[in-house]
Structures are given as structure tokens and as C-alpha cells.
């Protein structure tokens, strides 16, 4: 019986893994403005709500085959309160943090219709910070963490999320780049209240070449 629940709590410790990278990296992408013609945004926010809901279901069943398995001598108080564990305090310690964290983030979901948008979005950014932690528990605490497979599975984990974030950051100065030559446009033409674009705009006052934006005068006054 331990020999399966502890097969059982390595399997799902590592499906766990997987599910919530899938999760985080969707959140950051769709956050970021990711756009496909392919793939609707409303068709990727239940890819990651899904997947959000599969990383919770396995992470219960990792946390409860593990405390059930006498071998790996886990309190009930480790599954919540971390760092207490006698047998190895840290790497366990920051699982159970990315749990209480994503405990926060799954619980403030279901009441997001009762709660201020600001508030919820405020505790729905804690699951960037369960996911680091979720990783080094990951490649820290368990029997099989040293070997190639969970190496090369936290190391594609780090690049999934990677890459998303790195997207979103790339979007985000093209978009303000944008915005500030729409600013620039926006100073230099008169207050029509129309849409302007570089094209348009005066060959005195050139725009510069990235500029294929739109702007109009209301929204960047002089
Ligand atoms: C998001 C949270 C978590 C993730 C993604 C996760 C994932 C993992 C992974 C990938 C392993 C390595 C499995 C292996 O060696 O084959 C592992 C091991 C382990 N985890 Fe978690 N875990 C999480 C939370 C927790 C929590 C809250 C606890 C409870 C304290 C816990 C207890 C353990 C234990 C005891 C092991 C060692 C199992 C062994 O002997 O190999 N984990 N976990």
C-alpha cells in the first residue's frame, strides 16, 4: 500500500507541476493581450481555468497519498503550516507555501463575483508566486528530483513560463512605444476629435515611422 501511495504521490506531484506552468503561462499570455485568430480569448481563459482547476485536483491527491504514506512522515499541520516538518523543513516547506498561496488564488476565484474586482485581481497575482516556489519544492524535495526526467520536466516548466513572460514584456514596450508617438500626434494636430494616424499627419510635424497607430485629440490632449 505505501509503495502505491507513494508512486501515486510522485506522479501526481510531478502532473501537478505540469498543470499549474500551463495555467500560469496562459494567465500571463492573456494578460499580456495575446491575440490569435485561432484561438478566441475566451476559448484560452477556459484552457487556463481548467487547467488551474486539474493542478488543484492533483495537488489534493499529491499533499493526501503523501500524508497517508507512514514513510514519508508528514504532519496534517505540514500540509498548511509550512517549514515545521522535522524530516526536511525547507524543500517540503515551499510546496506547502505554493499550496497556501494557490489556496488563496482558487478560493478568491470562487468569490470573485462578491469581491472588488481590484481586490480579487490583487490575491489572483499570488499565483506568480506559488509557481517559483512550486518549482523548487519540485526539484528540491522529492526521491526522483535529481534525475534527468524531473530535471528536463522543471527545466521545460522554466522555459514555458519564461517565454510567456517574456512575450508580455515585449508587448508591453511595443505598446508604449505606441502610445507615445500617438501622445506626440496628438499634440501637434488640431482638435479635430477624429482618428489620426502617421499617415495623416502634417509633413511638418513628421511622425516617426513606427507610429501606424491611431489616436485621437480627446484622448491626448495639447
Ligand atoms: C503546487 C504545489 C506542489 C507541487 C507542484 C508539487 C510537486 C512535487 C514534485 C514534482 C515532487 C517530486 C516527485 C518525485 O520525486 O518524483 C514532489 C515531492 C514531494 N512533495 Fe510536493 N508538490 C506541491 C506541494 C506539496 C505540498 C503542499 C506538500 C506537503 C507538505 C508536498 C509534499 C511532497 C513530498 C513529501 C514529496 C516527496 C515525495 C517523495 O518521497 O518522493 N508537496 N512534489
Redesign the pocket.
Known amino acids: 500500500m505505501n509503495e502505491a501511495l507513494?508512486v501515486l504521490?510522485?506522479a501526481t506531484?510531478?502532473s501537478?507541476?505540469v498543470m499549474?506552468t500551463v495555467a500560469t503561462a496562459l494567465g500571463v499570455v492573456m494578460s499580456g493581450g495575446f491575440r490569435h485568430r485561432e484561438l478566441p480569448r475566451f476559448a484560452l481563459a477556459e484552457i487556463h481555468r481548467r487547467a488551474s482547476l486539474l493542478a488543484t485536483g492533483l495537488?489534493v491527491v499529491?499533499?493526501l497519498s503523501?500524508w497517508l504514506d507512514a514513510e514519508?512522515q508528514?504532519d496534517a499541520v505540514?500540509?498548511l503550516v509550512p517549514f515545521l516538518?522535522a524530516r526536511n523543513p525547507l524543500w517540503?516547506g515551499l510546496?506547502?507555501l505554493?499550496?497556501d498561496l494557490?489556496l488563496i488564488v482558487v478560493v478568491s476565484s470562487l468569490l470573485r463575483k462578491r469581491l472588488p474586482h481590484a481586490v480579487w485581481r490583487g490575491l489572483h497575482l499570488l499565483a506568480y508566486a506559488?509557481w517559483p516556489f512550486?518549482v523548487l519544492?519540485?526539484v528540491g524535495?522529492?526521491?526522483?528530483?535529481a534525475t534527468w526526467w524531473?530535471r528536463l520536466t522543471a527545466i521545460t516548466c522554466c522555459a514555458v513560463v519564461g517565454g510567456a513572460v517574456g512575450y508580455r514584456l515585449v508587448r508591453r514596450s511595443g505598446s508604449r512605444l505606441v502610445h507615445r508617438s500617438g501622445s506626440r500626434l496628438g499634440r501637434t494636430l488640431p482638435p479635430t476629435g477624429r482618428p489620426v494616424s502617421a499617415k495623416s499627419a502634417p509633413a511638418a510635424n513628421p511622425a516617426p515611422a513606427a507610429a501606424t497607430t491611431t489616436a485621437t485629440v480627446q484622448e491626448y490632449p495639447s
Open positions: 507513494w504521490g510522485r506531484g510531478v501537478t507541476l499549474l495537488l499529491h499533499v503523501l514519508a508528514l505540514d500540509l516538518n517540503w510546496g506547502t505554493a499550496l494557490l506559488s512550486a519544492h519540485s524535495g522529492g526521491t526522483d528530483s524531473v
